[in-house]
């Protein structure tokens, strides 16, 4: 096998080879979610693209992995979100008068204009011009421009919009006087927590872990509905204190950090002076202030002196309303980079070979970890320690330019996307054809062209168990014996496609180009199966479709399926497989005495029919039972295929049959009807190749033959509207016959008329013009025509 290469961002450029410490197996940490929230489409991003690495290198490539997931339950969002949502019910719990009620929203609105939105003009707002100030304030952001101009607007401005939303929301409240009925929240609640925060006991956890228990459970389902792996090992923050404490001590007592005013700080220009290299991942980011301001949270301001302007909190002194925990330094909580050094170290050692996480996280935390990390590993005057070989960053996911983003709300929620626009498995897709480190713009055609890839794959799994089907009951589904010393046309495709797919994923799990090697497999086999309806090379089509399958469940793309991935096509559902042979069989076993009851009735007969009539298909149905069968698919087979022979034959016998009409409608019952109940399909083939029997969902095809009905419905209410408009104009018709060329213009539209009921004034007295009483001449000849062959034909 081809050697496996990484892109690893601790050595930028192309892929370098991937030689874990120990071999064959491969220690991964993946840096979790901050749980606070919903989890949205940049975390489905994020980990299925680690999922799939995971996977990749697990049953493709053989590698025994342990694989590392951190939950960060507490740091300044969360403490935040925390305290502001239980300062939030204890304010709605107080009996305030309607006065009350509105001074307090009044002041938070103000407050929160003054915070977030500076620019616009609170003096006398009302109703009446909220809008227009709003617009006149932030116009050209709300029409997609830039803060600076020129180029497109990213993070500010979506961060603006995002206020402005909040305050839109708020606003209507307020008028509406609904100030706690949630809609102002975004604008009450900072209010609130600038004068109560100091109230919250930083001792009391629960305020914190119970928003954060809640949120861990939501995030652990969306990843369990998009078929990731769950971790070998969760690790959490809160869990790690005591941990954290030592290991920021040992730092200290090696001279990499010092405390100030009971904050510990880790000390850049001491880390570099002993040989130690910072910012290894992104160097040209060291002093970006605004990232570091990030890194620290928003929480972070005043803690204490620090010595270098890049320097770290290991350790921060708590203030009022947030959690403690006893330190050396006093009570305290830890930094945000430090949690995964420790929890990664605790359980995967002092060196790593795979660390992941989103690249918007390269610097400062990223960076920051390896930092500490190597402060706390290394010996003076060994060198520096490499705590993690391979660095991987998962290409974040965007909209319109803006990184989808929690803190800014410009997201879609994974079961908002699921609910309208994905399915678990499309979703995956869509990754898949995304290198994993690349950026990603959601857009409408890359969803299509996901669709299209998992249809092509569908199909050609339904066709070639399909196929596989027709051969004797005994044979049917089962893995056939490939010949290795017949080298035919589609198992040399199938070897090339080996080749491709095998220098694909060495080549730093290059999964598009892998998609593609499946894509144009499966297109050159539907070419050749085509072409030779009658021959088709079923071994050559089998091994392609177990190899197809094989990959489709490396890539994750079947929840139903588990290693070695040795199917044809996607897995069974759990129901179908706990359902007992005659379980599964019954409904088929119906179907199939409804159809001999159906033709007992009826006097057609013929000598292939009645042969098909008289086999022992329960005997065929033992057999399996006998050679160890449980795939329902394999057990039904005998009478599926015995009632999709009688329906080839009594569609032969039809036409020339006095019972044609009722015969048509029997074979449509079985296949529209008794087969479709069922999940399955009978495809009509020409050439007399019979029906081919296929197994779709149920869902599916039941949808297909509503959707047809509906159709159908639509058409015949479509013939009978204009049915039913025809006969109007023709009774229009038939009553404009009857009136006299005397009287046809005698109305409104004019005041005066000639002898022969012509009008010579319009309404208004003035005389009607040459043209149009040329006009109106040739009218009134047609209806004297129309109306004097009426009096003849009516004796009128």
Known sequence: MAQLKVHNSLKPGGPVPFIPKEEGKVSFYACGPTVYGPSHLGHGRNYVSTDIIRRIMRDYFGFKMKFVLNITDIDDKIILKARRQRLLEIEKSKKYTESETSELAA?????????????????????????????????????????????????????????INSLNSAWKAIQEKNVFGGEADDVISPYLDS?????????????????????????????????????????????????IVSFVDQIIKKGFAYEADGSVYFDIAAFEKAGNPYARLRPESRNDKALQEEGEGSLSKNLGAKRGAGDFALWKKSKPGEPVWPSPWGEGRPGWHI???????????????????????????????????????????????????????????????????????????????????????????????????????????MRTMAEGWETTVNNFFIVTKSLLAEKSSVDALKSLTINSETQTE????????????????????????????????????????????????????????????????????????SPPYDGLGWASKGAALNLSPQEAVEPFIVVFRNVKDALSILSVRSETLDKLL???????????????????????????????????????LAPSSPSK?????????????????????????????????????????????????????EGLAQKEA??????????????????????????????????????????????????????????????KKAHEEWKAKSGA
């Not at 094989?550 to 890539?555: E, Q, S, T």
């Not at 409608?665 to 081919?692: K, Q, W």
């Not at 104009?729 to 008329?753: C, G, I, N, T, Y």
Request: aromatic share 8%; with cysteine.
């Open 107 to 163: 002041t938070a609105f103000e407050a929160y204009v003054q915070s977030n939105l500076p620019a616009l003009n609170l003096v006398d707002l009302t109703s009446n011009n909220y809008l227009s100030r709003v617009n006149e304030a932030y116009g050209d952001v709300l029409a997609g421009k830039s803060l600076i101009g020129g180029d497109k607007p990213g993070d500010a401005e979506t961060k603006i919009k995002m206020h």
């Open 195 to 243: 004068l109560y925060k100091d109230k919250i006991d930083g001792s009391d956890h629960t305020i914190f872990t119970e928003v954060t228990k809640y949120w861990e459970a939501h995030f652990m389902e969306d990843m369990d509905t998009l078929n990731i792996l769950r971790p070998d090992v969760v690790t959490r923050v809160t869990e790690y204190v005591p941990q």
């Open 339 to 445: 949690e995964c050094s420790v929890m990664a170290s605790d359980v995967l050692g002092s060196q790593i070979d795979i660390h992941a996480g989103g690249i918007d996280l390269a610097f400062p935390h990223h960076d920051n970890e390896l930092a500490q990390s190597e402060a706390y590993f290394c010996e003076h005057g060994k060198g520096p320690h490499n705590w993690v070989n391979y660095f991987l960053h998962m290409g974040h996911l965007s909209i319109a330019g803006s990184k989808m983003s929690k803190s800014l709300k410009n997201f879609q929620t994974i079961r908002e996307a699921l609910s309208s626009d994905y399915t678990p498995r499309g979703m995956r897709i869509v990754f898949l054809m995304g290198r994993w480190n690349d950026g990603v713009e959601i857009s409408d055609d």
């Open 490 to 561: 589609l198992q040399t495709s199938l070897d090339k496609a080996q080749k491709n797919m095998q220098a694909a994923l060495s080549d730093s799990f290059d999964t598009p180009r892998a998609m593609r090697v499946l894509h144009e497999l499966i297109k050159e086999a539907n070419i050749r199966t085509h072409s030779n309806r009658v021959a088709v090379d079923l071994q050559g089509l089998e091994a392609i479709a177990r190899w197809v399958t094989k990959i489709v469940g490396i890539f994750g793309l079947d929840a139903n399926a």
């Open 614 to 652: 008289a086999a022992d298909v329960d005997s065929e149905f033992d057999s399996l039972l006998s050679a160890g069968t449980t795939d329902p698919e394999l057990l039904v087979m005998p009478y599926l295929r015995s009632v999709s022979k009688v329906r080839d034959e009594i569609r032969q």
């Open 661 to 713: 009409k009722v015969l048509l409608a029997l074979s449509d019952l079985i296949r529209d009807d008794y087969l479709t109940n069922l999940g399955v399909y009978l495809d009509d083939r020409p050439e007399g190749l019979g029906a081919l029997i296929k197994f779709i969902p149920r869902e599916e095809l039941v949808a297909q033959r509503e959707e047809k009905a509906a159709k159908e419905r």
């Open 722 to 783: 204009a049915r039913l408009e025809r006969e109007r104009l023709e009774r229009e018709k038939a009553e404009k016959v009857k009136v006299s060329p005397l009287d046809m213009f005698r109305d409104e539209r004019f005041s005066a008329w000639d002898e022969d009921g012509l009008p010579t004034k319009t309404a208004d007295g003035k005389d009607v013009t040459k043209n149009a009483l040329k006009k109106l001449k040739k009218d009134w000849e047609r209806q």
